[in-house]
């Protein structure tokens, strides 16, 4: 069984940078289809970015694109999956959660495609 954990939210001001981690545990975690949603309060869960599960491919909403950077490390039982981000916005503040996807070629935007989910890591982009 896939478990994911994510670690690396905190408060930034606007035009700074952040790094989100996600550990995935198990042995069929590198096999996994990886994804980054968000969710602000009362509004629904959005993609982010999402990975392959060799890298091979990326995906990115538009709302991120040239400033988030999603990239992964596999290893044996274990791959963490990280979210490079940059130049924040305000808009970016959210709960950031990372997803799963036993799929392990196609990266799905939605959410009900993905399988597994961590607990959420918080984002506030203030000054």
């Known amino acids: 069984q896939v478990q994911l954990v994510e670690s690396g939210g905190g408060l930034v001001q606007p035009g700074g940078s952040l790094r989100l981690s996600c550990t995935a545990s198990g042995r069929t975690a590198s096999s996994h289809t990886m994804s980054w949603f968000r969710q602000v309060a009362g509004q629904e869960r959005e993609f982010v970015a999402g990975i392959t599960w060799n890298g091979g491919s990326t995906t990115y909403s538009d709302s991120v694109k040239g400033r988030f950077t999603i990239s992964r490390q596999n290893a044996r039982d274990k791959n963490t999956v990280y979210l490079q981000m940059n130049t924040l916005k305000p808009e970016d503040a959210a709960v950031y959660y990372c997803?799963?996807?036993?799929?392990?070629?196609?990266?799905?935007?939605?959410?009900?495609?993905?399988?597994?989910w961590g607990q959420g890591t918080r984002v506030t982009v203030s000054s």
């Open positions: 997803a799963a996807d036993s799929n392990p070629f196609r990266i799905y935007t939605e959410m009900l495609q993905y399988e597994l």
